[in-house]
């Protein structure tokens, strides 16, 4: 039974927002790991994704046996390639990177993934991908061959996100890039937000409860927050309490 994006939908009809961490297989392990799922468990995240532009240790399977174990929080696969595919998540972000001109990450990836997607029993959420810029080049937009939408290009960056959700995607995840300098700006949140009616995932660079909540007042709906909370874990209960008061 799909129940995620039904829930998403119901919580942006209601105004409140929602906080999804971001577990990168790569720079964690099972004791850090078990900590932040713990941590998460008690500030009641919403989301916990996991992915990576690049995974080296092999710790993709285990990391989410690992969170499916210890939390009932919806584990989200949001995939670096396509061979971050696995049946014990609970839904994957079907990225399709529409701020960029490769093909093999508009369509020819999805093509690749499209049958044992089907034979998993993922909920699959279709995602409009869009790379903004953060102020240096981040390992998303290097391993993805894609230039992101400047940071002030407010009217490329709103229609990019019309044409995603005109072509049925549920969902737009806008990304300054993991350890962006400077997270996707308001305004720019603002301008796209008020186009579309799907709901708006922000994340890249966010580093504080001022910065999640200037971005939730823009019009994010869920806000990602990966390389702070593993440098600081006690973030993650101050940006849920910060977040949830929201609505
Ligand atoms: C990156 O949006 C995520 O794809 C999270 O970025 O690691 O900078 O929080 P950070």
Redesign the pocket.
């Known amino acids: 039974m799909n129940t995620i994006y039904p829930n998403l939908l119901i919580r942006k009809q209601q105004n409140k927002k929602s906080f999804a961490i971001?577990i990168?297989p790569d720079s964690t392990d099972e004791a850090a790991l078990t900590e932040i799922v713990s941590l998460c468990n008690e500030a009641k995240v919403d989301f916990i994704?996991v992915?990576g532009s690049l995974i080296t240790n092999g710790y993709f399977e285990k990391c989410i046996e690992t969170i499916k174990m210890n939390s009932s929080i919806p584990c989200i696969i949001?995939p670096g390639n396509s061979f971050q595919i696995s049946k014990k998540s609970d839904a994957i972000l079907l990225l399709s990177l529409i701020s960029g001109r490769n093909p093999e990450l508009l369509i020819g990836n999805h093509v690749l993934a499209a049958s044992p997607l089907k034979r998993s029993a993922l909920e699959i959420i279709p995602t409009g991908y869009m790379l903004i810029d953060?102020g240096r080049t981040?390992s998303?937009s290097y391993m993805s061959n894609t230039v992101p939408i400047p940071a002030d290009k407010y009217a490329i960056a709103a229609s990019t996100a019309l044409a995603g959700e005109m072509l049925g995607l549920k969902i737009i995840?806008m990304?300054?890039?993991?350890?962006?300098l400077y997270?996707v700006p308001s305004k720019l949140i603002t301008e796209v937000s008020k186009q579309i009616t799907v709901p708006v995932?922000?994340?890249?660079?966010?580093?504080n409860t001022t910065q999640a909540l200037e971005a939730c007042h823009a019009g994010a709906d869920v806000i990602?927050?990966?390389?702070?909370?593993?440098k600081d874990t006690s973030l993650i209960k101050q940006l849920a309490q910060a977040i949830h008061s929201i609505g």
């Open positions: 971001l990168d994704l992915g949001f953060g981040t998303v995840y990304d300054a890039g993991s350890g962006a997270p995932f922000v994340g890249g660079g966010i580093k990602v927050v990966g390389n702070a909370i593993e």
